[in-house]
């Protein structure tokens, strides 16, 4: 396995269809990215110690181990976002992978524009504080979200979020009693543009943050939502 000789960001592509493999790597290498192609779940753990990628994009439907497992094995020790690929109208997949650590879903078949869109989002991680800088520790009720160390707490015990999960928790922290839309929590906390059925994934990325969070995420008291129009830290005392 060649390493890049650019600091080009590595995407690791898991896909056992070669067909599809090959396109997403071209497409990838067409960007500007350099990319590595596992079609087995074990070769793509093993290449993620080896090739240290700033992205996943991982099949669902993979032989012997599927993506939820490999997404499993690779939020164990790694943190790097994970862009899943399920099969169309699969709604139990996507739950199932935000379960199991993936930041973003996109069904098959999909465009090759909107791939590279939510390839650049979720790399776009926001630059977090200039060393030395004290970032303020934000906290409502036993909630407690380190900025710069993105560790969260609740009643003192550390709270293990995604990439995405602190984010939103942090974009609505910061906020408190702003009602923000879904489309404007996909702009500022995605980096995209409101496409198709996205808005359901700031409902997911809410319920794995409700489910985390709150004590009793069906009545939830620091994610509120108005109902079709989006959510809300609750507001300070
Ligand atoms: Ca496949």
Redesign the pocket.
């Known amino acids: 396995m060649a390493q890049p000789v650019q600091e080009a960001p590595t995407v690791l592509i898991v896909?056992?269809?070669r067909r599809?493999a090959d396109i997403l790597r071209m497409s990838l290498c067409r960007a500007g990215f350099a990319a590595e192609v596992a079609v087995a779940g074990g070769e793509a753990v093993a290449l993620m110690r080896a090739c240290r990628p700033a992205l996943v994009i991982l099949?669902?439907?993979?032989p012997q181990m599927d993506g939820f497992a490999v997404a499993e094995a690779m939020r164990a020790h790694s943190d790097v976002p994970i862009l899943m690929l399920t099969a169309k109208g699969a709604e139990e997949d996507k739950l199932r992978g935000f379960e199991v650590g993936a930041d973003d879903y996109l069904t098959k078949p999909f465009s090759m524009a909107e791939l590279l869109a939510r390839v650049r989002a979720l790399l776009r991680r926001r630059p977090l504080a200039p060393a030395g800088e004290a970032v303020p520790v934000l906290r409502a009720g036993d909630i407690e979200i380190e900025p710069q160390s993105r560790a969260a707490r609740k009643a003192g015990q550390p709270v293990d979020l995604s990439l995405r999960e602190f984010d939103l928790l942090l974009y609505l922290m910061s906020r408190p009693g702003q009602l923000i839309s879904r489309e404007r929590l996909l702009t500022d906390v995605w980096g995209y543009e409101y496409f198709g059925d996205s808005a359901r994934t700031v409902d997911v990325t809410v319920w794995r943050l409700r489910n985390k969070i709150e004590d009793n995420p069906r009545e939830p008291v620091y994610i509120l939502s108005r109902r079709g129009v989006g959510y809300f830290f609750r507001p300070q005392e």
């Open positions: 896909e056992d269809e599809i099949d669902v439907m993979l």
